[in-house]
């Protein structure tokens, strides 16, 4: 049996639905808490700092690290459940390893220029730039997304 | 990214069937009433085309418990997405008039 294929206005449509179908991902608003937990979590890195460097120090360190990654990797689970997807970072996944490597370099720098100068709110200054950055990406990606709402209802 | 080889596919072509892959291509994986929602279709129709999906090899359920609640999440295959791309772009094709010349 042969296949039919559409008219070109047909084949139009269909990918017009195939936009509008991609779109509506697009208005999904992701909860505030996530950038607002993500932000404290970076924010109080330099705290590793304060503990003794001894091999108890070393343990309350590698405990601590542990809560910490099981406490991201929760808070990205709950993330993706309440969304209803998990997102493919195809195509963000280069602006996601220069933010992070970027994040990454100011929180190390900041945390060895307190270290050299003895000033322990450098750490925090770096940590704090670094959280204040991820919030305002959250505020950024929820007012895309309610602006793709209201265009979306606009358009119904 | 290696451009697409245009195919036409009967099975993604049905309007439902079309959109339901352009969400989960977009995606690594999304629960069945986020589609359900997104897609505004009824949750019988839904799931009568991605059995369909399914049956063709393009979709696959997997199976989570959240709130002691059965959810169901679905994603789209290696072969579902190429042949969801490979149909996109035949009818981009159809639309510039390029299909088969």
Not at chain 1, 9 to 28: I, P, Q, W
Not at chain 2, 61 to 77: F, K
Not at chain 2, 83 to 98: D, P, R, S
Request: glycine share 8%.
């Amino acid at each position: 049996m042969e296949t039919e294929l559409p008219t070109p206005e047909d084949a139009a449509s269909a990918l017009r639905e195939v936009e509008r179908a991609r779109g509506a991902l697009k208005a999904t608003v992701p909860p505030w808490w996530y950038f607002v937990t993500t932000a404290a979590m970076v924010a109080i890195v330099p705290t590793a700092s304060y503990l003794p460097k001894s091999t108890a120090g070393l343990v309350v360190g590698l405990v601590a690290f542990a809560g910490w990654t099981a406490l991201l990797v929760f808070m990205v689970r709950r993330y993706q459940r309440t969304i209803g997807f998990t997102p493919r970072l195809r195509s963000s996944k280069l602006q996601l390893v220069a933010s992070g490597v970027l994040s990454g370099a100011v929180l190390s720098l900041a945390m060895h220029a307190a270290d050299w100068y003895h000033l322990p709110w450098l750490g925090y200054l770096g940590s704090g730039m670094v959280a204040a950055g991820i919030l305002v990406v959250g505020a950024l990606s929820r007012r895309s997304a309610r602006r793709h709402r209201n265009r979306g209802l606009r358009a119904a | 990214m290696k451009t697409p080889e245009p195919r036409f596919d009967q099975t993604i072509h049905a309007p439902n069937r079309l959109r339901i892959c352009a969400l989960l291509d977009a995606v690594q994986s999304a629960e069945f009433a986020t589609v359900q929602h997104k897609l505004d279709v009824s949750a019988s129709v839904l799931s009568k085309h991605v059995s369909v999906l399914v049956e063709a090899g393009y979709v696959t359920q997997r199976r989570a418990t959240r709130d002691t609640r059965q959810r169901v999440w679905l994603s789209l295959t290696d072969q579902g997405r190429a042949a969801y791309q490979g149909h996109v772009a035949a009818l981009q094709a159809i639309v510039a008039g390029t299909l088969g010349k």
